[in-house]
């Protein structure tokens, strides 16, 4: 290859084995830059034919970007190099310091996280053990409602956690004691009907008929289980939950039971019945013993008792326990069914509202299977008995009563003034098996708010089960009764001729009115009495 003198030739011809400008002194440290001439000479071919060459245009006299950076002129130095290698040194200690914090910290991290997790794991398997487990009560609950707490399902357990904030310890005041006493010492009429009933009779008792889906019979039918149990006389009982039936003719219901009661030891409380229907039980049965309050009711025999003055649950308590004074429940009970007024009870008057709407009235219990059809389900009522519940019943008791008075209220104010069978009355059409009577009292109140002069109100409406109207006639509660709405009942139930019938007792009067060609619920509503010419 030629040599190219830098300094004198104009020509300058660059090879692929030429391609750097820098000659460097192998021995010397020392390094010489070499720079090509500005020339504005064309350049010129290689002469060796396997060597590209490239032109260097006019433009590109200059270096060019592409190469190398310049290289000065240095000497190195022994502490240059000792300082270099120091801070070498220094920079691999602060490496090895950096990745040891991030080793701890990493660690610190993954233990961390480990933690959660396992936490997250326990969590979650208790979630899901307290979900089989809610799962596995719901379903015992459904098929057998017997391994829970008998209490829980009357009284819940988030209430029973309420009831250290309602304890009273508030006593009753030596007024309240006299009035306690006097009533206590107001049952002589069923005392001696008791006595002419032998404790062998009261004991053989197997079969139990009784007024269903109210307070008075169901609580009634509770004492003589309570007593039957204590007597371990109740082995085989039959349960007949009923409903009043004073009309023609007697109940399908007891037609179906006809096999059941042969032969058995039958006790029938809180209900009205008509001849046919205790006749027709007699026929059957062994033995019959009969306790209600009803004053209009047939009266078959000497072991049939009514009475005038209590509810159907005092006179039971005392038939079957004439030598204890009437428990508290009983108590409320008798003093809501027949309104006594009496003022030692006045602090437990929400009760009677929470044993209707939480228990009598309650469909919901269904669900657990509890019918009141069987001993077992009367057992669930052992807790409304138990006095430490007294207060939060009382106050569960409250917020029932106040939503039905809600209602009531505005029910109410939707009746009307009318006459009926000759009387002035305020009548509405509403029919219900809960709330009725309280309309009807606050129906009784609007009129006398608005100055209107009544005698009583009247609730109807068509019931397609029985396929005849449900007449209710209430009165002024307070006391003696004016009209003898009982009376009136049971005669236009017998008038209007259906299996239902008629009855009361005190301020309140129910019948059955059909809906034919010859009679309506319309001919009852008129200024001029239609069907019944005497005054009661």
Known sequence: MKNIDVNNSKNVIITKEQNINTETNANNDTTVEVKPKKSKAKVTKAKEPKTKVTKVKKSNAKESKTKEPKVKKSKTKEPKVKKSKANNEIKANNEIKANNETNVETNVHNEIKAKEEENVKKVNKKVVEDMYKKMNNKNNMKTNYKRNSKNDIIIRPFNKELLPYFVSNKKNSETNDNNIQKYQNSFDDIINFSKSITLIEKKSINCIIFHVENSDGMMSAYIVIKFLLENKTADDILFIPARPSSGAGYMDRFKEHEKDIKGRNVIIIDLQYNKENLEYINRFAKNVIIIDDHPVGHKEGDKHFIGNNHSSVAYTWKFFYPNIDVPLYAQIIDNDDRKLQIPHLSKYRNMSSFYNYRIFHNPYLQKFGIRFDKISDFELLDTIIIDEYNNISNIIGHYYDELANNIKDQVARNARFAYFEGHPVFVLNYNDPVLSRMVARQMLTNAKMQGVNIDFVVLWGYEYTN??????????????????????????????????????????????????????????FSKEPRFIKQKF
């Open 467 to 524: 396929m005849c109207y449900r007449v209710q006639l209430v009165e002024f509660h307070g006391g003696s009764p004016k009209h003898n709405l009982p009376y009136m009942a049971k005669t236009l139930g017998n008038i209007g001729g259906t299996r239902k019938g008629g009855g009361g007792a005190s301020y309140v009067g129910n019948f059955y009115w059909p809906r034919s060609v010859e009679k309506d619920i319309w001919d009852l």
